[in-house]
């Protein structure tokens, strides 16, 4: 079993930035892929940003060019860099890594973490 615990969300002014971390732990082996996804309210939960072991990233456009997603491989953690923030970022952000442990590879989520953009 894999725990994942998010922080850094928080209350910013439209323009400001934010920094998310989450971090794995439990008997894990190896975390092939790591990422974000947001859900705002009334909303589907969507794809922020993933990053490979390999630091191979993919971006949602719609934050391409503000967010930045990297990992520390030694410490299971992955990151989220948030820069010029917008009201329509406002979203719970939830952390998610497919690892593999005892068993097959499989996919774990955090409990989310609040960002409220303010214009």
């Known amino acids: 079993q894999v725990q994942l615990v998010e922080s850094g969300g928080g209350l910013v002014q439209a323009g400001g930035s934010l920094r998310l971390s989450c971090a794995a732990s439990?008997?894990?082996?190896?975390?092939?892929?790591m990422g974000w996804y947001r859900q705002a309210a009334g909303k589907q939960r969507e794809l922020v940003a993933t990053i490979t072991s390999g630091a191979d990233t993919n971006y949602a456009d719609s934050v391409k060019g503000r967010f930045t997603i990297s990992r520390d491989n030694g410490k299971n953690t992955v990151y989220l860099q948030m820069n010029s923030l917008k009201p329509e970022d406002t979203a719970i952000y939830y952390c998610n890594v497919n690892a593999a442990t005892t068993g097959p590879v499989s996919r774990y989520w955090g409990q989310g973490t609040q960002v409220t953009v303010s214009s």
């Open positions: 439990g008997r894990i082996f190896s975390i092939a892929l």
